[in-house]
């Protein structure tokens, strides 16, 4: 008799791993069924439309850019190496004729590649993130925990929360030409302009969501607190950021999704680098590549802003104390 609860909780504990394991299996299936789906569709239709730069590309056209990308990558990657080779050899040749000879290294100026655009738009959307979460996160605090405070600047943030990057975009560029006036500046010019505009527009879904998680604090945890007299700092450290850290993750996770979206379009509009001056290029150079190009950075941005979209949710999961939140 002994032998039959064990064995049942063996069957117990290996029917959850079962069901989990083919609970993945179906949505990778229907995962894969629906990218198989778009690509025969996409293929189909591609087809069927002709531009005046030639046909659409299909995804074979769009593959056999990605490997040119490629290729251009390395192709500059070895020119980069070469250059700096010969300047090498050329300074070494100069001390051995004079050893007091004065040594210069110039910096490589050659044509940004794909892959070189793809790290300049992350560094940069990755600090007006960084800059906007800090700003709205100890802004929804303070404004969240005080009534007033909520009445006096919710107008204000249902003013600017709309307004278009494009609309900002002229008015930061104007104030950091007038503001940032050095002969040796740390930073350039574009990627501040780039920087601020995704701060202005990104900031807003953290900020809101913010707010509404510190004022929705359980009244409970509030008569802990009280009970406890725990100074402001405290209350805020061990009961309202707890609590209200679900709410901003999930204004985080909204915020930098706009932020990527946002960068995109200011670097397009302003010609700053990064992935949407590649995409301009493209657009203004009419080649009978550059459909296929704009189509593999359309894919990539897209991939890109799903994966910062992914890190942002597993990071929710280590910091939140609530562990049962499933990646969706």
Request: proline share 6%; charged share 10%; net charge positive.
């Amino acid at each position: 008799m002994s032998a039959i609860p064990s064995q049942w909780s063996r069957v117990k504990n290996v029917l959850p791993g079962q069901q989990q394991l083919a609970q993945w299996l179906k949505q990778s299936l229907l995962s894969a069924a629906g990218i198989a789906v778009f690509v025969l569709l996409w293929q189909l239709l591609a087809s069927q439309i002709t531009t005046s730069l030639g046909s659409f590309p299909g995804p074979l056209q769009v593959a056999q850019q990605w490997s040119g990308l490629v290729a251009e990558h390395k192709a500059e990657n070895a020119r980069e190496a070469a250059f700096y080779q010969r300047q090498l050899e050329r300074n070494a040749a100069s001390l051995a004729a004079n050893p007091d000879a004065v040594i210069t290294v110039r910096p490589y100026n050659g044509r940004p590649t794909f892959f070189s655009q793809i790290f300049t738009s992350l560094y940069t959307v990755l600090t007006g993130f960084v800059l906007a979460s800090l700003v709205a996160i100890p802004a929804g605090i303070v404004i969240g925990l005080s009534p007033r405070l909520y009445s006096a600047f919710n107008p204000l943030i249902q003013l600017f929360k709309p307004v278009s990057p494009l609309a900002w975009l002229p008015l930061v560029t104007i104030l950091v030409s007038a503001l940032y006036q050095s002969e040796q500046p740390l930073f350039a010019r574009s990627f501040l302009v780039s920087v601020f505009t995704v701060t202005l527009c990104s900031l807003w879904p953290t900020l809101l969501n913010t707010i509404v998680g510190v004022s929705n604090i359980s009244p409970d945890l509030q008569n802990v607190s009280r009970v406890l007299q725990l100074n402001w700092l405290t209350h805020v450290r061990r009961i309202v950021l707890p609590s209200a850290v679900p709410m901003i993750f999930t204004g985080l996770r909204l915020s930098l999704g706009i932020a990527w979206m946002v960068l995109i379009a200011a670097e397009m509009l302003a010609q700053n680098p990064g992935l949407g001056k590649f995409v301009w290029d493209e657009f203004q150079n009419g080649s009978s590549d550059s459909l296929s190009r704009i189509c593999v950075a359309v894919l990539v941005i897209g991939l890109i802003g799903y994966a910062l979209d992914r890190l942002m949710l597993q990071l929710q999961q280590r910091v939140n104390w609530d562990k049962s939140a499933q990646l969706r």
